[in-house]
């Protein structure tokens, strides 16, 4: 562990104490829910909601991702974010015209990817969705991103992502670990999913994960890894460029979680710099302008810039300025382990038909 690193640990033990009170607040609330003192509302509606148990890089907007490439061609579907870091407040439904500071980066990344899709956002989440449903009245499935945590609403099949190199098991409190909700809140998912493993995990590995999680005889785990694919133009997309052994690039990013990124990168480049911002970090004209000078300082003649999906669309506003730069966006997408993906699929695709159907069946017998 470098100095650096060592630092950061030994501060977010010293702010034990606020750790302490956190999880105190948090386990008060549960049992208000739990008591049914607060109220958690059911839609009628299948929802499906991603989220997990920590701050930081888990993988939900690939997961988000995962689930509309899914469905969008069988159901109607929506997303409802909170949009985090947006400018605005309040309800928004993504139009041509939207920006990712009007709807925030990963909403903003949805509506790109996946234009016939209904992207919304809304920080009252039961307030959203009558509206969205009001805008969208043919929705037949809505997916909340990152809604774990927040019980207001009663999702139908919730998904709970944990990274693999911090498992929730292992986790502690804000700000001495990452964890914003408790360990035991786990229990509430249908399916649970550890992200970022190595893709040659072996099964005395997962065996061992499983235990250590100790699902409860309803739930379902399964593990995946990311999948890297081409760099494409930020601009072009039909341009793409393939990594190689002979390249310099130049890494710039604003995420939770860079490592498995960089490590990407390393493996399949001659070598790399990076600039890192905040996560959602909102890029300036000022930044743009350094992140040129730093490229055309790299001695590579073979170099390019590689950022990702979510921090693309907060760049794209400079297209006049990113004409000049070879900027290319490097997308990924979970890869379920262990041949396990038409389970996944089917468990999402039965509970889905399944609501479908006993709604049905409710409406004749009234």
């Known amino acids: 562990m470098n100095l650096a690193n060592l630092t950061f640990q030994s501060i977010r033990f010293l702010l034990l104490p606020f750790a302490l009170l956190y999880g105190i607040v948090i386990w008060v609330r549960n049992r208000l829910y739990d008591r049914n003192i607060l109220k958690s509302t059911s839609i009628n509606l299948p929802i499906i909601c991603v989220g997990n148990l920590s701050v930081g890089g888990t993988g939900k907007s690939p997961m988000v991702e995962y689930l509309l490439r899914l469905l969008q061609h069988d159901f109607n579907t929506a997303t409802l974010s909170r949009g985090y870091k947006r400018k605005t407040k309040g309800y928004a439904l993504a139009n041509k015209h939207s920006t990712a500071l009007e709807i925030g980066d990963e909403p903003m990344q949805f509506h790109l990817k996946f234009p016939e899709v209904a992207v919304s956002v809304g920080e009252a989440r039961m307030e959203a969705i009558p509206q969205l449903l009001h805008d969208r009245p043919k929705t037949e499935v809505i997916i909340l991103d990152d809604g774990f945590q927040h019980r207001a609403i009663k999702a139908g099949l919730n998904i709970l992502l944990t990274d693999y190199n911090n498992l929730f098991t292992r986790d502690f409190f804000l700000p001495t670990g990452d964890l914003r909700d408790e360990r035991k ?86 070598t790399y710099e990076k600039i890192t911002f905040s996560d959602h970090h909102v890029f300036s004209i000022d930044d743009l302008k350094e992140i040129g000078k730093r490229f055309n300082k790299l001695d590579n003649e073979q170099k390019i810039i590689i950022t990702t999906e979510k921090d693309a669309v907060r760049l794209v506003k400079f297209r006049e300025e990113l004409e000049l730069l070879p900027i290319f966006v490097l997308p990924i997408r979970h890869r379920i382990l262990f041949n396990e993906e038409n389970n996944l699929k089917n468990i999402i695709g039965s509970f889905i038909r399944n609501f479908s159907q006993k709604n049905e069946h409710g409406q004749k017998e009234t």
């Open 185 to 270: 809140s786990y229990k509430r998912a249908e399916i649970i999913v550890v992200t970022k493993c190595y893709p040659d995990l072996g099964e005395a590995e997962k065996k061992e994960i499983i235990e250590e999680i100790k699902p409860l005889p309803h739930q379902h785990i399964f593990f995946s890894d990311i999948d890297y694919g081409i760099p494409y133009h930020i601009l072009h997309p039909e341009k793409e460029y393939h990594l190689h052994k002979k390249l310099e690039v130049l890494l710039v990013t604003g995420i939770a979680n860079i490592e498995p990124l960089k490590q990407h990168v390393l493996d399949n480049s001659y």
